[in-house]
């Protein structure tokens, strides 16, 4: 499976809620969505912003703004793929989550990259799905903006650790994971949260950017490219379970008229 950015699929449901997690309160949105996945059977991890922030200093970093998740899956086993990618949609639709963004890869969408949800909270519970067998040594991750690679020898050994806000997996050696992800800086606060697709915001070897629409600064090509996406969900190819997504939320705001009367 080669990185093709004709092969994306991106649906951006509504705007993203950026207020930092000095404003809002993260950890019952991280107990929450983990819990929904642990409910559904499927493996995570901490990644990105709150793996750092847990190792580091045994919390959330005040300027982030999202909790970011890993879950690892097998590029080899495409029909797995799919059962996953509609077990986690139903999984957060039916607990009154609204989809932010959802990316998919392949001819048939049939490869989950990222789904991020919110709730009342406003905070985005951001999963990032990585795979085995496109690379030797990694689980690879393919974004619109590029590729992120973590190695299979962290990724292999995941362990649990009781930080302030629960007990949660994460990579190990969880030192040498963060520097290969963020640079030998990693333990040294920034103050800001990074980008970590902008050229100098990221020293570790995770990230490896591609001219992609969104890169290129060319509007024109990036609005064609979105219409033809939004084009293809209509037509909800493979009857994946997206057609549900009306359905869902006329109930539960029939639900919460019930509730209010």
Known sequence: MNYDYNKFFIYNFRKWPFADFSIRRPAPVLEEGCKILENIGVDYFLICGVALGFHRSDDFIPYDSDIDIGIRLDASKPSECIRVKNAVWDAFMKEYYNPL??????????????????????????????????????????????????????????????????????????????????????????GKKKLEWADEANTGKSFEIKNTPWRTGNEDLYREYT???????????EGASFGKFAKWQKERKDATKRSNT
């Open 227 to 237: 219409r033809k996406k939004i084009e293809q969900m209509i037509l909800d190819k």
């Open 101 to 190: 963004r959802v990316t998919f890869y392949g001819d048939e969408q049939e490869f989950p990259m990222q789904m991020v949800f919110t709730n009342e909270r406003r905070v985005p519970f951001d999963m990032f799905f990585f795979y085995d067998n496109i690379e030797p040594d990694f689980v690879t991750h393919y974004s619109d903006q590029g590729i992120i690679r973590c190695k299979k020898e962290h990724i292999d050994n995941i362990k649990k650790v009781k930080y302030k806000h629960g007990t949660y997996p994460i990579p190990t050696p969880t030192d040498e994971f963060l520097e290969f992800y963020y640079g030998p800086n990693w333990k040294v606060p920034s």
